[in-house]
């Protein structure tokens, strides 16, 4: 669950990227949640606020975790740039 005001500004203010959540439970996300619509249905502008809010390592990280199983909920394009875009950007 994600405390940080400005991160639960963020998810309110890019709701259609949590299509499956209602609006009440939106603030009850996970920071892993949010890293995961972002990154698979987010915009280059949502995608740069969401590394300037939680930091380009740290969701790096979380989608680095996410990845490393058998299964993933990445689309496989989008995976295979994240891991391109990260190998380059957050060493």
């Known amino acids: 669950m994600v ?11 890019n709701g259609a990227l949590f299509w499956w959540v209602k609006s009440e439970d939106k ?16 915009d280059k502008r949502t995608i740069k606020k969401l590394f300037d809010l939680v930091g380009i390592r740290q969701v790096a990280d979380i989608f ?4 490393a199983g058998r299964r993933s909920n990445y689309n496989r394009r989008t995976q295979h740039f994240f891991e391109i875009y990260f190998k380059r950007h957050a060493h």
Do not use: C, K
């Open 3 to 13: 405390h940080n005001t400005e991160i639960r500004n963020f998810v309110q203010d």
């Open 27 to 42: 603030s009850n996300l996970s920071l892993e949640a949010i890293v995961e619509a972002v990154l698979n249905y987010g």
């Open 64 to 67: 680095h975790r996410q990845t």
